[in-house]
């Protein structure tokens, strides 16, 4: 059975390419924090609704059996704040500040583990379902 053909696993597994191709940027920046002129660099965050969008294939649009159902409401997307990137500069030109690189790294290292966890559970829950268990 190949489990990238389910929505669900191939949008988890795609969460784990990029979460690896991030720490393996991760980890150059840390390998370069003594590099003059060096600059960290970081992947563009994943959008969750992009994820779903390219999981599915169309929009998924909320549900309204009634007609006193209350339609969504589709977000303008202001109000978000999003943080602009503001290294510190050493003397010799290097913007890398390895206190947010580690906490990055942790985070990546974090997100993967939920994700491995997560895959897990779904391969088990399919299993427990054919009934050849849950281990």
Known sequence: MDF???????AMSRRMTWLGQRQELLAQNIANADTPGYTAQDLKPQNFSDVLKTSIGAPLQMASTAGGHIGGVKDNGKGRMEKSP??????????????????????????????????????????????????
């Open 4 to 10: 990238n053909k389910i929505p669900l696993f191939s």
């Open 86 to 135: 503001d290294p510190e500069k050493l003397l010799s030109g290097n913007a890398v500040t390895l206190e947010d690189q580690m906490m990055k790294t942790a985070q990546t290292a974090m997100d993967f583990q939920l994700t491995t966890n997560l895959y897990k559970k779904h391969i088990s829950m399919i299993k427990t379902a054919l009934g050849r268990g849950g281990v």
